[in-house]
């Protein structure tokens, strides 16, 4: 049997940083080469990894507090694919060095869904929790990323399907970047990313066996 212990009560959502790439007034990087490509373009920010190991992200800094509650969500669809093995979707959460941070990734053939937090590079991952043979998503669509953080825990959703929830202590939380990844043989845009910020309350819930009798 499982116990809640807190519930909560969301009072407001405010939007604080809403994105369409209507322009590039957040910095987003902008590159073109051998390996890749990252521009703005008709209200979209297009992303290609032509690299044959090298994962990408692409980041610009949010207003995120390190305790805040938020729901970040981006809409972003697959371009092109040379490997369905591939993953793509959200980093977050980086350190104060970018050294560290989180990512909530699906492959590019729609099946499997991977959130973890790691070092750069993955030379060390400190948390990873990987879901196989997913319903398959449908790639030639946009897929709508969710992350909510409310209280102690981290929310995952995928098309607004919630697939996995996890304590904050699994994650890299200093730092307020906000990003997209990428891994090689894959072409990705997005139109669309949002970050909320929630002013919630908490709500006592008795515990234990006593209250769940008395």
């Not at 390996?35 to 703005?40: K, L, M, N, Y």
């Not at 098309?159 to 939380?173: D, G, P, Q, R, T």
């Amino acid at each position: 049997m499982s116990i809640i212990s807190e519930l909560y009560q969301i009072d407001s959502i405010q939007s604080v940083f809403k994105e369409t790439f209507s322009s590039n007034k957040r910095k987003w990087e902008m590159v073109k080469n051998e390996s890749e490509t990252a521009e703005i373009n008709e209200g979209n920010y297009w992303m290609k990894n032509k690299s044959m190991s090298d994962w990408n992200y692409y980041k610009t800094k949010s207003s995120l507090k390190q305790n805040q509650d938020f729901i970040l969500e981006s809409d972003i669809e697959l371009v092109e694919k040379e490997d369905a093995y591939g993953h793509f979707g959200l980093v977050w959460g980086f350190d104060e060095k970018l050294e560290n941070l989180n990512r909530f990734t699906i492959s590019a053939d729609g099946r499997r869904a991977l959130i973890m937090h790691f070092e750069k590079d993955h030379n060390r991952v400190f948390h990873r929790f990987h879901i196989r043979n997913t319903s398959k998503y449908h790639l030639n669509k946009k897929i709508r990323f969710s992350l909510i953080k409310l209280g102690d825990y981290f929310h995952f959703l995928i098309n607004k399907e919630k697939i996995y929830c996890a304590h904050v202590s699994m994650f890299c939380k200093t730092g307020n970047y906000i990003g997209f990844y990428i891994e090689p043989g894959l072409s990705i845009k997005s139109d669309y990313i949002e970050l909320k910020k929630m002013k919630t309350k908490e709500l006592l819930v008795a515990n234990g066996i006593q209250q769940l009798v008395s």
